[in-house]
């Protein structure tokens, strides 16, 4: 399912406009200003009961190699985001 779809499905399922349902969507899920992920660059964690659980973590500096070329590159220190997924999502999928 991707974004549209969702929309999609949001709207139907709930009896909303297809904007009232986008802007829904991307009220959670944006990348950059989402609730999601505004609350991952302050530093906290998302955890839906059930769901899941986003949570940014802290990739250390390292030393890498080019696959092509053999050459050793520095990649720099960073913050990811992580997903954990919760008991109900993993029993749903057999997990």
Same mark, same amino acid.
């Given at each position: 399912? *991707? @974004? ?6 949001? $709207?139907?399922? =709930?009896?909303?406009? !297809?904007? =009232? +349902? #986008? ?7 944006? %990348?950059?200003? %989402?609730?999601? +992920?505004?609350?991952? @660059? #302050? ?5 839906? =009961?059930?769901? #899941?659980?986003? !949570?940014?973590?802290? &990739?250390? +500096? &390292?030393?890498?190699? *080019?696959? /092509?070329? #053999?050459?050793?590159? =520095?990649? $720099? +220190? /960073? /913050?990811?985001? @992580?997903?954990?997924?919760? /008991? *109900?999502? @993993?029993?749903?999928? %057999?997990?």
């Amino acid at each position: 399912m *991707n @974004k549209s779809e969702m929309v999609e499905a949001l $709207a139907t399922s =709930q009896g909303l406009s !297809k904007v =009232q +349902a #986008g802007n829904i969507v991307a009220s959670i899920f944006d %990348g950059e200003t %989402g609730l999601i +992920a505004s609350t991952l @660059k #302050g530093g906290g964690e998302v955890s839906l =009961q059930g769901f #899941g659980t986003f !949570k940014a973590t802290e &990739r250390k +500096a &390292r030393v890498a190699t *080019n696959p /092509k070329t #053999g050459e050793k590159i =520095q990649v $720099a +220190a /960073k /913050k990811a985001p @992580k997903f954990s997924p919760g /008991k *109900n999502l @993993k029993a749903t999928l %057999g997990g």
